[in-house]
């Protein structure tokens, strides 16, 4: 399987992934042992991240990418962020590495992990209104959504976009964590699985690799491409991205049933 990864922290000293600049090189050397071949750096954009902040990630971005080339190292490289939600979110698209390879068209944005915030659905709205597609980064990780699917199913019907973290479909969150992203992958409610890599000790490139391999137990093929490589890719370059039609139904459903039972015959609902 060829990887296209749209969620990792690679760019060194501008958050909490890679610390230093050999950091970013050995985990670069690591994804391409993994497969990976585009990578899409995202880091974090919060409250705090002003100009200063913005120049030093498109400076270590340039400095990445020559160090990388000259390493020989095969993996096409791309900028973009991940952007914390709160009141101004709107002020941060003015930083041009916001969205996807500066498209305008694709953004990845998380949420607090243990309180629900007011807005994201108005805030879903408006960003298709302005023509960007909004990527909720790791729904199956926030609290409150465990117990409400119907709240996601909700921005999901708004046309938002879901990627699922690597390591949570492999347990390196919790067992519980595990199962919710079971869960949610078998509703089909998933655009993309992607890294969130921090470092190469726990939050790493591998836990890619692994999701595949746990994720190939009990999906076809083609959505093993769609989740890994084909959406990432249509994301990076501002195509379209088809959403399944999910009906209500699959709320009373037992999912436990869907993934198990047999384990390769989920039916998808398709739109596209
Ligand atoms: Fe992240």
Redesign the pocket.
Request: hydrophobic share 15%; no cysteine.
């Given at each position: 399987m060829v990887f296209t990864d749209i969620?990792?922290?690679y760019i060194y000293s501008v958050d909490d992934?890679a610390q230093d600049i050999d950091q970013t090189l050995t985990m670069l050397k690591a994804a391409q042992r993994r497969n990976i071949r585009h990578l899409l750096a995202?880091p974090?954009i919060t409250e705090e991240t002003d100009q200063a902040v913005s120049d030093r990630i498109l400076r270590h971005f340039e400095i990445v990418r020559q160090k990388a080339k000259a390493g020989g190292i095969d993996i096409e490289l791309s900028l973009g962020s991940?952007i914390f939600f709160g009141s101004h979110i709107d002020k941060h698209f003015a930083f041009p590495w916001a969205t996807f390879n500066n498209n305008g068209k694709y953004f990845?944005f998380?949420l607090p992990l243990f309180d629900l915030p007011t807005g994201v659905g108005d805030f879903i709205f408006n960003s298709k209104l302005q023509g960007r597609t909004p990527i909720l980064?790791?729904p199956e990780r926030y609290l409150y959504l465990r117990n409400n699917v119907s709240i996601l199913l909700g921005w999901y019907r708004q046309g938002c976009l879901m990627q699922m973290?690597a390591g949570s479909l492999t347990g390196h969150f919790g067992q519980k964590v595990a199962d919710f992203s079971k869960k949610l992958l078998s509703m089909g409610l998933y655009h993309f699985i992607a890294s969130?890599a921090?470092d190469n000790n726990f939050r790493n490139y591998k836990a890619l690799e692994e999701a595949y391999q746990e994720a190939a137990l009990f999906l076809e093929d083609d959505e093993l491409e769609r989740l890994f490589h084909i959406n990432p890719q249509k994301a990076l370059s501002g195509s379209p991205i088809a959403q399944r039609e999910i009906h209500d139904d699959i709320l009373k459903e037992s999912w436990l049933r869907k993934l198990f039972s047999p384990l390769r015959q989920i039916k998808w609902h398709r739109t596209g």
């Open positions: 969620h990792s922290h992934g995202t974090h991940e990845l998380e980064a790791h973290n969130d921090h």
